[in-house]
């Protein structure tokens, strides 16, 4: 797939029309989400707003930053009693309205759910903090770390022996974060067609890195699974559930957790099932470990995963960032897609009778003010008026 430039009419949420105030990480990603599948998203952004991807963005580099795609950015002071005074006219007339600030902040400003909300019944209000809206910790700062690791998560991902490994922030802020609060907004659109009315839904990271954990929560109460990190059967304890060095420094991933898969594993291995200690056997796990590690040190990643490709014994290759795009099977599915040069991952899920259009790419902070401010119903008068008084870029 390639970038076709117009992002089209297509979509399961074409026709929702949403107001996204500008920030960093979780909330984004939501706005992606939405108008990913359709919907029309304007963007509000500070004026002068530089955005980030790990590190500053600047004018060249804005097609890096993907969780920007798919919607135009106005540039609008919040500060300037104008500038909030349009937010609120945008979202008189907006399905959903998504903000990421500290708690209190947006009822600072004049765009809180008390003031919005009571001028448009029908709007859904979604909310992104890490903490919560409530709670002894809702004012501090934090980031995805802090809240999965409060949470419950963090403690158990690693190896024994060793510290916590940080999950990326794919946990608190994109799983727990972004896409909970995607959810709720949806389910709260579901419920308007109902209702009649919309709703604040109040998604916090630390709320949803927990609700990851539902079934490991289940698993510890029973008894089956440890608080000891890296001794349990998905946290890389069990051999048969882990990732193997190769011969050229690459990793495979070994899963095979089913009898069946264990015994295709260790056949093609070219063990008999009798030579080697029993799967459950976890007093001689490291035993086995150490032999499935030796095995695998004799061939290339690649190599073995040509071998195991046909074989269903749950092994795979271990793919960076850069190899991802290419693997067959993605590029059979359009996993990826391409979109002004960058390669990313393509709108998920799929629907069967609105398929998601291709985004269209990220826009450098307020360079759409005046564009997609007129599709949202301002006059050039009005325009105008607003640039003379400094409430917009």
């Not at 695998?296 to 040509?306: H, N, S, V, Y």
Request: net charge negative.
């Amino acid at each position: 797939m390639t970038d076709t430039g117009d992002p089209g009419p297509s979509g399961a949420l074409a026709g929702i029309r949403v107001v996204e105030i500008g920030g960093l990480g979780p909330a984004p990603f939501c706005a992606m989400l939405l108008a990913d599948h359709g919907a029309d998203v304007i963007r509000i952004e500070r004026p002068d707003r530089t955005r980030a991807v790990g590190t500053e963005v600047h004018d060249d580099l804005v097609g890096w930053d993907i969780l920007s795609r798919g919607r135009l950015s106005a540039g609008v002071d919040l500060k300037h009693p104008a500038g909030r005074d349009l937010v609120g006219r945008l979202a008189g007339v907006a399905d959903v309205f998504i903000e990421g600030f500290r708690p209190g902040v947006a009822e600072h400003l004049g765009i809180g759910p008390d003031d919005l909300c009571g001028a448009n019944e029908r709007l859904v209000y979604g909310r992104m903090t890490g903490w919560g809206q409530s709670g002894p910790l809702a004012d501090r700062a934090g980031h995805d770390l802090n809240y999965v690791a409060l949470a419950g998560p963090l403690a158990h991902i690693g190896r024994a022996g060793q510290a916590p490994t940080p999950p990326l922030n794919l946990v608190g802020d994109f799983g727990g974060g972004g896409l909970l609060l995607a959810f709720g907004i949806c389910a709260a659109l579901v419920q308007r067609g109902i209702s009649g009315r919309g709703q604040v839904v109040d998604a916090a990271m630390i709320d949803g890195a927990a609700l990851l954990m539902a079934p490991l929560f289940g698993a510890h109460s029973s008894g089956y699974w440890s608080d000891e990190r890296g001794t349990n059967l998905l946290d890389s304890g069990a051999p048969f559930y882990d990732c193997y060095q190769c011969a050229d420094g690459r990793f495979v991933s070994v899963a095979a957790v089913e009898p069946q898969f264990f015994d295709a594993l260790v056949g093609a291995l070219g063990f008999a099932p009798e030579a080697l200690p029993g799967q459950h056997d976890q007093d001689r796990w490291p035993e086995l470990r150490a032999t499935l590690a030796s095995r695998f040190l004799q061939r290339t990643r690649d190599e073995w995963a040509t071998h195991f490709e046909r074989l269903d014994a749950c092994v795979a290759p271990v793919l960076t960032m850069g190899e991802a795009p290419q693997h067959r099977h993605h590029r059979s599915r359009g996993t990826f897609v391409e979109i002004a040069g960058v390669d990313q991952p393509a709108p998920a899920p799929r629907f069967s009778s609105t398929p998601a259009p291709v985004p269209s790419p990220p826009q450098v902070a307020g360079a759409n003010t005046d564009e997609v401010l007129r599709e949202w119903g301002l006059t050039p008068e009005e325009l105008a008026e607003l640039r003379a008084a400094g409430a917009l870029g």
